[in-house]
RNA sequence: CGGGACGUGGCGCAGCCUGGUAGCGCACUCGCUUUGGGAGCGAGGGGUCGCCAGUUCGAAUCUGGCCGUCCCGACCA
């Protein structure tokens, strides 16, 4: 089909709006795709649902590959599902009454409406199957941002799967595991998978795809050599070996006056940051007093500190320190006390430098096992300089967009919602579940993260809203007409700007709506019976004769 | 929820400090000229200055409250 660009609403801009910051909102306003109504809700003008609906076929095109059949689920939700569950009380869902003063869910995802629908799985027999839809998701978002890439309201394809054991979940998963890497790659948009946290949703295992995008939200780790990409929250690297000042036989005490933080430390005892270590000390959330320890120059991550207390935490307060340490922060230290301690991995081996419980005083030659009794996990945040943990590469650290995430479920909410089949066995058993989902508007920012200059969008061919742009100026209508329809019959979908506008404005909306090839018609390549056939991502151009196109 | 910034026509902005009847660029309408990278001239249309109160003879401008939007943090399938 050919549009005609007189007849389109194309409301490009030549300015974006102040708020603006992040690229995808920048180009996707100015290029006429999106229009905002309120801080995270948005109107997909004609020219942007065009990319959205090619990203949503492609996606379908590949679930129906692996045998997913499509649903399509309501949104009004009674909230009695969710309190099966205890999900209604998680904070950003968005609950509505109706005038007979039912209560209803706005869901996030689907997970209780399809297990609702699982209940009619009877046997083993009809297993294992895989569903899924398109539809509007609500979250109340305390803060919206960045474009389309944190949104209160936004479509997501989300599937569910059934199956009898963990061997056809774990078969399940990876079945859409690479449905996943083959929808992003035809879509080009580069993206990880990527062990990564279950949160709320519960269940046994997770991955993020992030797709590297600067106004991204989460920091993914890649290996120079490509054998390893992790989310920063779970990535697991190799820091660098720590300097240590010879061994020694027994602690020593050393007075340390106004010495509060690591780099007076290691300044004042003339030695490196990594011989040193920091006591971080909290309280989990039944109130219990746990020590945790790290290497000097490393820095707490917060996901690991929660999964190895299994339980929230909080720092301690001053208060709490003194009473429990006998001296200030900043002289705290593993040795002498008589609660639980928690050493990262990086200070299983070597001697460093502690607090001593004393208030201007450290220990000098403090060592895990002999001096103190630790309890080791992971707990660093993993930083430039790390190595990677499976080559010892150089590791590159860039913030990342969760475009998709994939969960094993368990039985979770099968059990919970009574979603039962009858094994081989004879045996009721609940039906094993993972849930797997894409965020459209994500994935559509991601394209454009990933694909523009400081003209426009470039996208993916996959997903641009039209294969060719015709640009058509005064004196070739004509043939701009032919070569359209040429292109047309060919099977591209074509963008004809046959407005009565000038050209330097239609190439610079051109190069905004970033169709991956523009061709020109114009008085130049009119003598020749030719239009020039340019490529948006290289700037490449050259003269084909109309009929040759 | 904490911190910061901003709110003046569709978009970008000035005016506010020092109160006096709202302006610029782009866009829009009409006419003429122009046409390979956001044209020129002429003539026009469009704004409760976020909202509410207060001060004042008079408020876009000063004061208070509220609302909205963006950014940082908290939170985040």
New binding site residues.
Partial sequence: MIARASQLFL????????????AN?KLLV?GGFIR?V????WSFTPLGWLVHRKIEQIIREELAAIGAQEWFAPVLTPVELWQATGRDKI??IIHVTDGQGREFVLP??HEETFTFHARELQSYRQLPQAWYHFQT?M?D???????LI??RE?V?KDSYSFDRDADGLDASFERHRGAYKRIFERMGIEAYDVEA?????GGSA?FDFLAPAESG?NTLITCENGDFAADIEVARTVPRPPELPARLDALEEVETPGAATIDDLARFLSIDATATSKAMPVVKDDGTLVLGLLRGDDRLE?MKMVDALGSGYRPATEDEIRAAFGADPGSLGPVGYDGEVVADEALREGQFVAGANRTGWHLRGVEAGRDFQPRFADLRQSKEGDTCPHCGGALRFETAI?VG?I?KLETKYSAQLGATFVDEDDAERPLVMG?Y?I?LA?VMASAVEQHHDE?GIVWPEAIAPYDVHVVS????EDIAQRAAVRMDERGYSVLLDDR??????K??????IGAPV?V???????DDGA??V?DRAT?A?RRVPVEEI
């Fill in positions: 409301p490009t801009l030549r300015n974006a709006p102040a708020e603006a910051e992040a909102h100015r905002q309120s801080a995270g809700i904070p950003v996030m995802t998701k979250r978002e305390p803060r919206p941002k960045g474009g944190r949104l936004f997501m946290e279950s949160g709320i949703m997770s939200e917060e969760e995430h969960f849930s989902g965020g994500r003209h100026l005064s004196g070739a009565d506008s000038r050209p330097g404005e190439f610079a909306d051109a190069d905004l523009r020109t018609a114009g008085k130049k390549s009119l239009v020039d340019r700037g151009e």
